[in-house]
């Protein structure tokens, strides 16, 4: 076990801990020392004072004293030591007092009257709440005197320790609210790149915090323009693009209807369509996800939908298992999401004759699984079939060899959501494709 695993997760609370654990420690450290020495000297010579006074008080009396002797003690005591005192004939006090003292105040108190008093005698702290009752056995009787309960229990220790904790409070109070306001510019940075890393909206916020975090969010809002800006161009560029080359390709379509006679107007029909494909799928690629924002989005219905649709259209024998618990929606890329479970559907078809499709919900991400029993990929080149334009079937045929984009345009839709593409061996004894995405 170590220390670490008892540790705050987050920063807020390891900056409340660097503040408070010191504080606490510092505060137990002073209430120790105030209790071991203040406390303990305070009420030693409190006790030993009023001991002191009542064993001067009756030093004259003797074993038996007499009604003149017992009027002046009276008077005494309270000129001059202000304890009203009381004797009451034909007592007799029980057997001296054993109990064990409740406080140590009170332990101290017996203590000094055991080394001032050779008379019996009893104490009673519990009866007033203000006084204390000190009797003293006589042989004609008992003589009680009422000291007041301050004699002996030092207030200043209870305004101390009410000082202490209430200092605490405010120090704690004071670092809560000063730690949220570091805290929060923190949180605001990590929830921006947070939502540009799932492809979400991002919008500027306003810095503040120390001078770091402020530096920090403004390097990735000038980054964010920057990507945002790069993306506009490539769209921008793109478009000029697609439209120069369908531009000659459409008046080769046009010229090829005219000589249908042709022997070879088949075969640069052909040509024409791959080409065509092939433009779509260098396009599709690069242009990503384009301008598409993100919906909430029921994404295990988008996915059941897509595998009905390819049971119906291609009597391909493909399944699918829901999660256990119904997924919540979650805000994703509609149209881009739906392109890269077709792509994976379409390789399915295209590499073999059975997909299990599967969906189930880990802490806060989806998994998605598909497996199917083709002759799947090598583990050495599994990570060369996610990069673009590598085809691991040399074929130049459109049915086989393709343009090496579809598990690449799949990968770079899901890393634009944050989410993760792994490719691995399937039970069934082909290729699993484990799509992860936050939700």
């Known amino acids: 076990m170590q220390l670490r695993e008892f540790l705050p997760k987050t920063l807020f609370g390891r900056m409340l801990s660097i503040i408070l654990v010191p504080m606490i420690l510092v505060q137990v450290i002073t209430v120790f020392i105030f209790y071991e020495r203040h406390w303990d000297t305070v009420t030693r010579h409190m006790a030993a004072n009023l001991s002191s006074e009542i064993a001067f008080l009756i030093g004259d009396l003797g074993t038996s004293p007499d009604a003149e002797q ?76 009422y000291a007041s309960r301050k004699r002996i229990f030092s207030s200043t220790s209870w305004t101390f320790i009410g000082w202490t904790i209430g200092s605490s409070i405010l120090m704690f109070g004071v670092a809560l609210v000063f730690l949220r306001g570091q805290v929060r510019p923190i949180h605001r940075l990590a929830n921006a790149a947070r939502q540009l890393g799932l492809g979400r909206p991002a919008p500027d916020y306003r810095l503040e915090g120390a001078r770091e975090v402020r530096l920090a969010g403004r390097a990735f809002q000038a980054m964010r323009h920057r990507i945002m800006r790069q993306l506009n161009e490539r769209t921008e560029m793109l478009a000029g693009v697609s439209h120069d080359l369908r531009t000659p390709l459409t008046r080769m379509r046009l010229q090829l209807a005219l000589m249908q006679t042709h022997p070879d107007a088949k075969e640069i029909g052909n040509d024409i369509d791959d080409m065509e494909e092939m433009i779509d799928a260098y396009l599709a690629f690069a242009a990503g996800e ?150």
């Open 70 to 145: 017992i009027e002046t003690v009276i008077a005494d005591g309270w000129q001059f030591f202000n304890f009203p005192v009381n004797f009451e004939t034909a007592l007799t006090l029980p057997q001296k007092n054993n109990s064990i003292p409740k406080t140590y105040a009170e332990e101290m108190l017996r203590t000094e009257l055991s080394k001032r008093l050779s008379q019996n005698w009893q104490v009673d702290v519990d009866t007033d709440p203000n006084l204390i009752f000190i009797d003293i056995q006589f042989d004609t009787g008992v003589l009680r005197v």
């Open 290 to 439: 384009g301008e598409e924002q993100p919906q909430e989005t029921d994404v295990s219905a988008l996915l059941a939908r897509l595998v009905e649709q390819a049971q119906k259209a291609h009597k391909f024998d493909i399944s699918f298992t829901p999660p256990s618990e119904p997924l919540p929606a979650f805000p994703v890329r509609k149209n881009a999401i739906q392109r890269a479970f077709s792509n994976l559907i379409s390789n399915a078809i295209r590499y073999s004759t059975k997909t299990e499709v599967s969906v189930r919900v880990r802490n806060d991400e989806v998994i998605f699984s598909f497996d199917d029993n083709g002759a799947g990929i090598p583990a050495e080149r599994r990570q060369d079939a996610i990069r673009p334009f590598i085809r691991l079937e040399e074929s130049r045929n459109r049915r086989t060899g393709g343009a090496g984009l579809g598990l690449s345009i799949t990968s770079d839709i899901v890393l634009n959501h944050g989410g993760e593409l792994a490719l691995g061996d399937s039970e069934l004894g082909g290729l699993r494709v484990t799509i992860k995405l936050p939700i």
